[in-house]
């Protein structure tokens, strides 16, 4: 991201607000013809000044900008910084300059004007910033860029980082923040991730997310090499696995929320400047957890898995917190939201615990070559009635996934039967948008697909339908990158989301306001871009809103990049 800021003035958000087209009052077309126009920039200087510079937004493409007074810096095709070096002006002087734009689509209109820092539309507006650039280069790779895609999701991991921030950080629009979280409880509980477009920590998505990223690394790893990804994806699951740790408190205890979800949801702003109080809760031994122990242990595994080579310490170290945990999740049962009410109205496991129990096992039975493991793993399917089938994959039923990976770990046919039979019946029984996206649920129907792809995915690499399932689930995977006539990736594609339900980056850079009720009623897009952030998506009817107040189907989670980007690491590999 540059530096420069620029202010967005009334006219723009009033023509944005009512769907007009209104030129920056500043601006005025002086001669016009088809495909061109001349223009005249009039302003009065606010302050002394040598050297003048004038950043202009127009609200179409422009194919060419002329500027006869000077030079022009070409950010993109909406975005010009005009510079001057020879200009001098006195508080009240005049300061006018012509212009030539060329296009060839709609004719593009000035929508913002900053001379020198200062408002030029005459609105004094609010502080936003010139588009953003993505540090994650197209490769070319087709029929989407599964490779760029990849790299923007780990993008969006850093800015969900809650803590200090590292060296590093490539979202430098974010900053260090919650780096007291824990000192209610005498406890560093600082670090892991903001849950969505809010800022708590929710210990078992989180936990859901952090074994999927772990997952991807560890089955396709040639795809994250060959789009030169897997240092920022291990970045990414450490930044989970780190905070787990510290989480794990002492024996059969782990913290697994920090934050009140409706104190949380009801603060507008930045997560830098947050000072309601952010309550830490814990699962113990007189208060368990199943759900919660068991996720974090099979994500811990899973992760150890991924480090195995690059941080043998690191690896032992996850390996025997999960052992421990998924002890802890399997004598002490309780479902976690009984013990972490707080999780209750958002992150309930409705599927209960049993498949969270057989999916730990199964990770650390991979991870620890321990047949023992594997015997549990089975008593668990059988306890639990794992094999009666699923209607999709999430944080909350963890069945497809259990399929897939017992089938990758026990050669006895009822596991591929269960794993073949699970992913025919989504990809045949379920309902499907007019664009073929599955539709699994109406909150959060991309990431709902993007999981599915991904057992699709993992279900040919062990040889079942593989033809069928790899098409269906590089379908669903495209579905979501632009076939459907738009992208639904936050900077990535044709038309893709600008105005995702996701507090920080609806923030103007400081020192603008954030908390006075622009930043969420704001008509425009967001003034920060959410790379790589999966928004949820259509309705069953395909129907899709770019709307920053509907968090059905326009806000971003962890979870919801979690399988998308395991599948598209997939995809890398095999194209």
């Known amino acids: 991201?540059?530096?420069?800021?620029?202010?967005?003035?009334?006219?723009?958000?009033?023509?944005?607000?009512?769907?007009?087209?209104?030129?920056?009052?500043?601006?005025?077309?002086?001669?016009?013809?088809?495909?061109?126009?001349?223009?005249?920039?009039?302003?009065?200087?606010?302050?002394?000044?040598?050297?003048?510079?004038?950043?202009?937004?127009?609200?179409?493409?422009?194919?060419?900008?002329?500027?006869?007074?000077g030079v022009i810096e070409w950010h993109n095709d909406k975005y010009f910084k005009l510079v001057s070096s020879g200009w001098h002006a006195e508080p009240g002087w005049g300061v006018i300059f012509e212009f030539k734009?060329?296009?060839?689509?709609?004719?593009?209109?000035?929508?913002?004007?900053?001379?020198?820092?200062?408002?030029?539309?005459?609105?004094?507006?609010?502080?936003?910033?010139?588009?953003?650039?993505?540090?994650?280069?197209?490769?070319?790779?087709?029929?989407?860029?599964?490779?760029?895609?990849?790299?923007?999701?780990?993008?969006?991991?850093?800015?969900?980082?809650?803590?200090?921030?590292?060296?590093?950080?490539?979202?430098?629009?974010?900053?260090?923040?919650?780096?007291n979280d824990g000192s209610d409880v005498g406890h560093d509980l600082s670090g892991g991730y903001y849950d969505a477009g809010d800022f708590v920590k929710f210990g078992f998505p989180m936990a859901f997310t952090a074994t999927m990223l772990a997952w991807g690394l560890v089955d396709f790893p040639a795809g994250h090499e060959a789009a030169g990804q897997t240092e920022y994806a291990r970045a990414a699951v450490k930044w989970a696995t780190d905070y787990f740790l510290k989480a794990h408190t002492s024996y059969f205890e782990l913290y697994g929320q920090v934050g009140d979800g409706y104190a949380d949801h009801a603060y507008w702003g930045r997560p830098e400047e947050m000072t309601m109080a952010r309550p830490s809760t814990k699962i113990d031994n007189d208060h368990p957890g199943t759900e919660l122990a068991g996720e974090t242990a099979a994500a811990l595994a899973a992760a150890s898995m991924a480090f195995k080579d690059s941080d043998p310490s690191y690896s032992s170290q996850m390996l025997a917190a999960a052992q421990e945990l998924y002890d802890f999740a399997d004598q002490r049962r309780e479902n976690y939201d009984v013990s972490i009410p707080g999780a209750a109205d958002f992150y309930k496991s409705w599927s209960g615990y049993g498949d969270e129990l057989c999916w730990a096992a199964l990770w650390l039975a991979r991870a620890t070559g321990d047949s023992s493991y594997m015997t549990k793993a089975r008593q668990h399917w059988d306890e639990f009635e794992i094999s009666n089938g699923a209607d999709g994959f999430s944080w909350d039923d963890k069945k497809g996934g259990v399929y897939a990976l017992y089938a990758l770990l026990d050669s006895d046919p009822t596991f591929s039967n269960a794993l073949a039979a699970f992913v025919e019946h989504i990809r045949n029984d379920k309902p499907y948008t007019p664009g073929g996206l599955v539709f699994l649920d109406p909150w959060g129907a991309n990431r709902h697909a993007a999981n599915v792809a991904y057992v699709a995915l993992m279900a040919a690499k062990l040889g079942i339908d593989v033809d069928v399932n790899r098409q269906w689930a590089q379908q669903q995977i495209d579905c979501l990158l632009g076939s459907t006539g738009r992208s639904f990736v936050v900077g990535f594609g044709t038309n893709p989301p600008q105005r995702p339900h996701?507090?920080?980056?609806?923030?103007?850079?400081?020192?603008?306001?954030?908390?006075?009720?622009?930043?969420?009623?704001?008509?425009?897009p967001n003034p920060q871009v959410l790379f790589g952030a999966l928004v949820g998506g259509p309705s069953q009817d395909g129907s899709y809103n770019d709307d920053r107040n509907d968090y059905v189907h326009n806000e971003v989670a962890c979870d919801y990049n979690a399988g998308f980007s395991a599948a598209l690491a997939a995809l890398v590999e095999l194209h």
């Open 502 to 524: 996701h507090r920080a980056s609806s923030c103007p850079n400081p020192p603008a306001s954030c908390s006075d009720g622009w930043a969420q009623s704001n008509p425009g």
């Open 101 to 179: 734009v060329d296009y060839a689509g709609a004719k593009p209109l000035v929508v913002a004007a900053v001379m020198n820092g200062a408002d030029a539309c005459g609105g004094g507006g609010v502080v936003t910033q010139p588009p953003a650039e993505s540090p994650c280069d197209p490769t070319g790779m087709g029929p989407y860029d599964y490779a760029q895609a990849l790299c923007m999701s780990y993008l969006f991991y850093e800015a969900q980082r809650s803590g200090p921030l590292p060296a590093n950080q490539r979202v430098t629009w974010r900053k260090d923040s919650a780096v």
């Open 1 to 69: 991201m540059h530096a420069w800021e620029f202010l967005l003035g009334t006219l723009a958000s009033l023509a944005l607000l009512s769907g007009a087209r209104a030129q920056c009052s500043s601006v005025s077309i002086t001669n016009d013809w088809t495909g061109s126009y001349m223009a005249q920039f009039s302003a009065t200087a606010g302050s002394v000044f040598d050297g003048l510079t004038v950043e202009l937004t127009f609200d179409q493409s422009v194919s060419n900008l002329e500027f006869y007074a």
